[in-house]
């Protein structure tokens, strides 16, 4: 089955704490891409890649990191999270004009 | 720079009537718009997409837009809603020249509440 898989789909952390969430694909698409979303302001784009080893910045890169090693993979990595980085993530791959979204990871930072 | 207004956060309506959720796009260039709806604790799901070619584009159950390049809208119609179709909508934008589907601008949402 074509899918987006997260990990893990809810965290509590604190402040500080480094983490990473895990994004992978199936479809072997070559545009991947992290968003947040937040109530009242939709999905704001936080990282993507055109393919594997190039990464750029979206709109709201601050205080994120990424990386793709493999076409599959693209982890979003916080390396010192801030309670302003609550919020439900979602990892997306392109093909064909579509997005194609996992179910998205809960994440509070306390 | 790109931008998308959806002008009404919430929608209230009862079953079986009709619907009409807006979106309205600022660009200077063209563009590809998408909608995608959110069911209530899952991930978006594609409804449909403008390209190219016609100005009315069917998508999933039941759902069509109308891409308007006048008056820079992509309204999303349904002739009659059922309760199912209780979720959030996102309208979205990307430049033409993108690969479509990448750099998409999201609207902030509509929240469609259908109710009997």
């Known amino acids: 089955e074509a899918q987006v898989t997260q990990n893990p789909r809810y965290l509590i952390t604190v402040t500080g704490k480094k983490l990473t969430v895990t994004c992978s694909q199936n479809?072997?698409?070559?545009?991947m891409s992290w968003y947040r979303q937040d109530p009242g302001l939709g999905l704001r784009q936080i990282y993507y890649?055109?393919?594997?080893?190039?990464?750029d910045k979206g709109d709201v890169p601050e205080g994120y990191k990424v990386s793709r090693k493999e076409k599959r993979n693209f982890p979003l990595i916080l390396e010192s999270p801030s309670p302003n980085q609550t919020s439900l993530y979602f990892c997306?791959?392109?093909?064909?004009?579509?997005?194609?979204f996992g179910e998205g990871s809960r994440l509070t930072v306390l | 720079a790109q931008s998308v207004t959806q002008l009404d956060s919430q929608v209230p309506v009862f079953e079986e009537a009709p619907v009409e959720l807006r979106c309205n796009y600022s660009?200077?260039?063209?563009?590809?718009l998408f909608w995608y709806v959110q069911y209530p604790n899952q991930g978006l799901q594609l409804l449909l997409k403008?390209?190219?070619?016609?100005?009315l584009v069917k998508g999933i159950n039941g759902f069509e837009a109308e891409f308007n390049k006048s008056q820079t809208s992509f309204h999303l119609r349904k002739p009659s809603v059922h309760i199912s179709d209780t979720a959030e909508y996102f309208c979205?934008?990307?430049?033409?020249?993108?690969?479509?589907?990448?750099?998409?601008?999201f609207g902030k949402g509509t929240t469609l509440s259908v109710s009997s």
């Open positions: 979205a934008v990307t430049f033409a020249h993108n690969q479509a589907g990448t750099a998409l601008i």
């Open positions: 997306a791959s392109v093909s064909g004009g579509e997005l194609f």
């Open positions: 660009s200077s260039v063209s563009v590809y």
């Open positions: 479809m072997n698409h070559e545009y």
């Open positions: 890649s055109m393919n594997v080893e190039v990464t």
């Open positions: 403008y390209l190219s070619g016609s100005t």
